[in-house]
Every structure is written in structure tokens, then in C-alpha cells.
């Protein structure tokens, strides 16, 4: 699929070194993928994927592209924190769901941790975030957590 290879893209090029986990909200999804670094977001931003079928239910720990109109998933993630059905079936701007492209089987525990003080706040923020990085971040909103470095271990 797609969206999974666009995933390994992502990681093997260490787009998602330092990345910080901008939306937290426990009852809800946790979100992260936007780069620290201004021409990262831009190179990846022109490069959209289109939208797949949804083939899974949005079940607790499943882990999709977000997006905004269709054709528009490029490096945005989110993680179910619950079960979340709606994602399967909501119409947003003409596309039906979210379609899934993995499951967290190892480290919820360690997701469910994550720093919610801000819940989705900061998402309202993305184009900030986008232009300035981690230092509009820091600056604004400095109890993030963030992903260190992400890898394919095979």
C-alpha cells in the first residue's frame, strides 16, 4: 500500500528523528509528523499520496496518515488511543475514513504516557509548527514529548 511505503520513506530518511508529538489526547488519537526542519516539510509536502480503501477497523493502537482534503496524506501520523469506528466510515471532504497502514503491537504503554496537558491545542497550530519547528514548539508549548530517532528493525 501507499501509505505504508510513504511510512518507510519517512523513517529510513530520518524524517521522523526529533519529531514531537504535537496532539495527545487520551480518549481520542495522538498525533505527530511534522519536521523540525522547514525544507523537510516542504520536500515532503509536495509529494501527497493518494487515498487507499479502508480495509481495517480503527481499533485501539492502529496508526493511519491524517489529512485534510483528498490526496493530501503526506507525513502526518496519528494512533488510536481507543477504539475510534468513526474513522472507519466519516466523510471529510469527500473521502470515506482513514485508512489504517499499521498497529502499534509493542510500547501502548509507553504511547499512553505521552504528555496530554496540551491535548489538541497545539494541532490548531500546525503552520507554526510547519515554518518554525521545534523552537515555536519549545517556546510555546515546552512539556511535548518527542520521538528521539525512529528505525526499521528487521
Known amino acids: 500500500p501507499l501509505g505504508v511505503d510513504r511510512l518507510y520513506q519517512l523513517v529510513i530518511s530520518g524524517f521522523y528523528n526529533n519529531n514531537k508529538i504535537y496532539r495527545v489526547e487520551p ?4 498525533q505527530f509528523g511534522i ?3 522547514l525544507e523537510l ?13 479502508v480495509l481495517y477497523q480503527h481499533k485501539k493502537g492502529i496508526v493511519a496518515f491524517a489529512r ?3 490526496n493530501s496524506r503526506s507525513t502526518q501520523l496519528f494512533i488510536n488511543m481507543v477504539d475510534n469506528p468513526t474513522l472507519d466510515t466519516t466523510v471529510r ?8 497502514i499499521g498497529k502499534i503491537i509493542k ?3 509507553v504511547v499512553a504516557k505521552f504528555n496530554a496537558q496540551y491535548g489538541r491545542r497545539v494541532a490548531t497550530m500546525q503552520d507554526s509548527i510547519f515554518l518554525y519547528g ?4 519549545l ?3 515546552p512539556g511535548l514529548d518527542y520521538i528521539i530517532s525512529a528505525k526499521i528493525i528487521r
Open 27 to 30: 480518549n481520542y488519537v495522538t
Open 35 to 37: 519536521s523540525d526542519k
Open 41 to 53: 516539510n516542504f520536500f515532503w509536502g509536495q509529494k501527497k499520496i493518494t487515498d487507499e480503501p
Open 68 to 70: 485534510d482534503i483528498a
Open 93 to 100: 471532504l469527500g473521502v470515506k475514513g482513514f485508512s489504517p
Open 107 to 109: 510500547g501502548m504503554d
Open 134 to 137: 521545534n523552537a515555536y514548539l
Open 139 to 141: 517556546e510555546n508549548f
